[in-house]
């Protein structure tokens, strides 16, 4: 089971830190993603990370400006989002990978999902 938290309103230029709880023994073994859709729009990739946390991944729209991490100890993945933009405005989920590498969030439908934190961005 994934959980997001940490989304909210705030104006543009500012930053956020989503955090995703996760349970069960395959997160440590997993690599892990954050996704996001906005209004109308379909779901995209927004970020990766492998399983060891060494190897990460960003759509062009957000690389530079967020920053994905995780710590396997706590079974906790995160995504810190500075430079916010109304463009970032969105329902973002975190997912868990087939695999350990950050390529399967690329080519294969996660594993499973979380239910979506809301980020707001305004002008």
């Known amino acids: 089971q994934l959980v997001e938290s940490g989304g909210g309103l705030v104006q543009a230029a500012g930053s956020l830190r989503l955090s995703c709880s996760a349970s069960?023994?395959?997160?440590?073994?997993?690599?892990m993603g954050w996704f996001r859709q906005a209004p109308g729009k379909e779901r995209e990739f927004v970020a990766a990370?492998?399983?060891?946390?060494?190897?990460?991944y960003y759509s062009s729209s957000v690389e530079g400006r967020f920053t994905v991490s995780r710590d396997n100890a706590k079974n906790t993945l995160y995504l810190q989002l500075n430079g916010l933009r109304p463009e970032d405005t969105a329902v973002y989920y975190c997912?868990?990978?087939?695999?350990?590498?950050?390529?399967?969030?690329?080519?294969?439908?996660?594993?499973?999902w979380g239910r979506g934190t809301q980020v707001t961005v305004s002008s």
């Open positions: 997912a868990s990978g087939r695999g350990p590498g950050t390529s399967v969030l690329l080519t294969t439908d996660p594993l499973s």
């Open positions: 069960g023994r395959t997160f440590k073994m997993s690599a």
């Open positions: 990370i492998d399983f060891t946390g060494r190897d990460t």
